[in-house]
């Protein structure tokens, strides 16, 4: 009887494709294929090798071509996307999509995995010599006189590079090279003597390398955790094992891996989504191979391969970003968890405001908590304070007591961040004589107005429409913005203090790549400044000059359904505050709001993130909501709201019966409509996971199999970490 090959295939069904085993070379678990798949050719991977076929083997397509000659994925890994997929509910092949880099799912040869290098030509010498290129390729003409540089270290002198070196190669000035990959190790810069917390942190984990145990280590921005990570990479190097380090997002990547590469004096390998898909290729081998040592990357890091794994960290764990939040919506926080016990290594997860989840597990004794309390170099916790906005004369929104701490600290030469959630100008342009307000018709909620653009934009679907001069429906003139968002706050300071230099950060004046660190860089002096941006500034990046922080309205977060809105406001909070006075200089912080007399906000300003946190489980306990019961939601959209009903409809019906199981809905989403689509969801929750993943995939297929989900789209989010 003929082998046969079961085939993970990047198709939305959850299962497994049979093909006879190609006519020459012999596949393996692991291994790449290409295969026929009705009219096209797709690669898959190889999941198992069996003897019967769920079709008569006659009627089974043969593989086309075997293109690994070993397993490109290793054991560890294939356990790891099988559990995931089962787990989240993803298909097979989609899992196994998210884990290989794009240049790995093509029927093409792996890529030569040595370093890119750029250098000048010969006419690109007599080009610098003669000085007549100006901007960006002056800058790289610069840099690459002095000698061939790989483009991880282009990327890490002049982010950006890749636009001047495309052009500059155009015109014959440089050249590209792949090298073998040269660990240039640098000096290893001194590290700090750390702190009796930070050693105790060291120790702890230090002491169970070589088997699984999470740890938590609980610390603020700026309390040094950084530190505790690479004193911990340092050992796993000893011991010629790698580390894997996960960051919510690529813009905190450029500066951590400067600082890694200067501590630690190796290449740090960097994998997330912005990279080019050769680059990503070539990392991914890189550590598949063993010989990148240090991987830095983002949520899809998290499949890295690590034949020699010695540690992974998972900084900012309460990020949602780690959350992926379409097609297979896995969670790399967790999966770094499952990843770590069947590597056998220890697992860190670090923040300054731990997840829920995450606080649960470590009271359960699941994790072992580290503390990082005290903040080296910091004279002081900032200090919290809160302005009551009942009854004030607001300017653009802002109290006179937020203005008069701005109006000081700038005249003490120092820098404040005014902070405000949303970008635009207003959140809702008003009609004052008919009380029309302009909104989306796609989503019917109301359109943000941007004024520098003269547009009114819906932050839900990006519809766009100019400003009108009058009203549509009165023809009044008397349109008038409501509230503030970060451009509107821009414009106010500006008028306000004419002679400082007021700069917004959020989506808008970042969109370019560089641009955030660019704005932020011009801050780094020690002159008087004002900030005004969204939750882009957060985080990362040290302002020493910073010492005011002034929260403009956090009130949206109170009132919001979802259960994690008040999480979020506290993590929110708690991290923007942390901007403030992380150097020399103590810190000062103001939260406008009008309920000064909100539970949530009392217990963050008097005891902290730890207590509001402990208060908020209570509650969760109380209600039974995550992490102490487990929730599945049933997404769907449509273009006509019967087609929505009647699927949840059927969906419901389809469920089993079960007293353990509770069913909320079918019901219209937070957001009833979006981008034109009518939206609706039946939520699932059961206080034992067991009980919830015992039915899911028979539901799941029989959901497949409804003729009413034909159509609408639909998805199955488990434990989805928000309800919208
Ligand atoms: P986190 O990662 O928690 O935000 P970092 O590790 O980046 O904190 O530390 C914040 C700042 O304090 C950095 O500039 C770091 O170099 C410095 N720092 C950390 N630990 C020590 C220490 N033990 N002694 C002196 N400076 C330290
Ligand atoms: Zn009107
Ligand atoms: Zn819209």
Redesign the pocket.
């Known amino acids: 009887m003929p082998a046969v090959l079961r085939v993970a295939l990047p198709v939305p069904l959850p299962s497994l494709f049979d093909y006879l085993p190609p006519a020459t070379g012999v596949a393996c678990v692991g291994s790449r294929v290409l295969v026929p798949f009705g009219r096209h050719k797709l690669v898959g991977v190889v999941v198992a090798i069996g003897a019967e076929a769920a079709v008569g083997s006659s009627r089974l397509k043969q593989v086309l071509r075997l293109l690994d000659d070993g397993a490109l994925l290793d054991p560890e890994l294939m356990q790891t996307l099988a559990w995931a997929a089962d787990y989240w509910l993803g298909a097979p092949g989609e899992a196994y999509a998210n884990a290989l880099p794009l240049a790995l799912r093509e029927a093409k040869p792996l890529p030569p995995i040595g370093d890119e290098y750029w250098s000048l030509s010969g006419a690109g010498r007599s080009e610098h010599d003669a000085g007549s290129r100006r901007g960006g390729s002056k800058a790289l003409l610069d840099l690459l006189a002095a000698g061939a540089l790989s483009a991880q270290e282009l990327s890490e002198r002049q982010p950006g590079w890749r636009d001047a070196a495309r052009r500059l190669a155009a015109a014959g000035l440089l050249e590209r090279s792949e090298r073998p990959p040269l660990d240039r190790p640098l000096p290893p810069s001194l590290?700090?003597?750390?702190?009796d917390e930070?050693q105790q942190a060291v120790a702890a984990v230090g002491a169970d390398l070589g088997q699984y145990q999470p740890f938590l280590l609980d610390?603020?921005?700026?309390?040094?955790?950084?530190?505790?990570?690479?004193a911990l990479i340092e050992q796993v190097l000893a011991q010629g094992r790698q580390a894997l380090l996960l960051v919510p997002e690529i813009g905190l990547a450029p500066q951590t891996v400067r600082?890694l590469r200067e501590r630690l004096g190796v290449i740090v390998e960097v994998l997330h989504s912005n990279l080019s898909e050769g680059d990503r290729a070539r990392a991914w081998l890189r550590a598949r191979a063993g010989s990148a040592r240090v991987i830095l990357g983002t949520r899809s890091a998290v499949f890295t391969p690590l034949p020699q794994a010695g540690l992974i960290i998972v900084?900012e764990e309460h990020d949602s970003a780690y959350k992926q939040q379409e097609g297979f919506r896995y969670h790399a926080r967790d999966l770094a968890l499952v990843r770590a016990r069947a590597l056998g290594v220890p697992v860190l997860l670090?923040s300054?405001t731990p997840s829920l989840e995450s606080l649960a597990n470590a009271e359960a004794g699941r994790y072992r908590t580290l503390h990082?309390r005290a903040?080296?170099?910091?004279i002081r916790p900032p200090q919290v304070q809160i302005i009551d906005m009942r009854a004030q004369r607001l300017e653009h929104g802002m109290s006179p007591a937020l203005l008069g701490a701005v109006a000081d600290t700038v005249a003490r030469g120092e820098q404040a961040l005014v902070f405000r959630n949303r970008r635009g100008y207003a959140p809702v342009l008003l009609c004052h004589a008919c009380g029309w307000h302009a909104g989306c018709p796609r989503c019917d909620r109301p359109l943000t107005l941007h004024a520098g653009r003269r547009q009114l934009i819906c932050h839900h679907c990006d519809y766009r429409q100019r400003v009108p001069a009058v009203c549509p429906t009165c023809g009044a003139g008397d349109l008038k913005p409501q509230g503030q968002g970060t451009e509107r706050l821009e414009e106010a300071l500006l008028a306000q203090f004419p002679q400082v230099p007021v700069l917004r950060v959020d989506r808008e004046t970042t969109r370019r790549r560089d641009a955030f660190e660019q704005l932020l860089a011009t801050l780094r002096d020690d002159q008087p400044a004002i900030l005004v941006g969204t939750q882009m500034l957060a985080k990362g990046h040290?302002l020493p000059n910073l010492t005011l922080v002034a929260i403009v309205g956090v009130d949206e977060g109170l009132h919001s359904v979802d259960f994690r809105a008040g999480e979020r406001l506290a993590q929110l909070v708690v991290q923007v505050a942390?901007r403030a006075g992380?150097a020399r200089k103590p810190g000062r912080v103001l939260l406008q709001t009008h309920q000064p007399e909100h539970p949530l906000l009392r217990s963050l300003l008097a005891h902290g993130y730890a207590a509001a946190a402990r208060e908020l489980l209570a509650e969760r306990r109380l209600i039974q909501l995550p992490p102490y019961s487990h929730q599945v939601l049933l997404r769907a959209e449509a273009p006509q709201r019967e087609q929505v009903d009647a699927f949840l409809a059927a969906a419901h019906a389809a469920l089993p019966v079960n007293a353990q199981l509770q069913i909320a809905g079918p019901m219209p989403a937070p957001m009833p409509l979006r981008a034109g689509r009518h939206r609706g969801q039946l939520l699932l929750e059961a206080s034992n996971r067991s009980t919830l993943h015992g039915m899911l995939r028979s539901w799941q297929l029989a959901l497949i199999a409804l003729p009413s989900a034909r159509k609408v789209r639909w998805s199955l989010d488990v434990d989805p970490i928000d309800l919208y």
């Not at 903040?375 to 910091?378: C, I, K, V, W």
């Open positions: 590290a700090p003597q750390l702190s930070q610390g603020v921005t700026g309390s040094g955790k950084t530190e505790v990570y690479l600082r900084d670090g300054g990082l903040r080296p170099g910091a040290d942390g992380r």
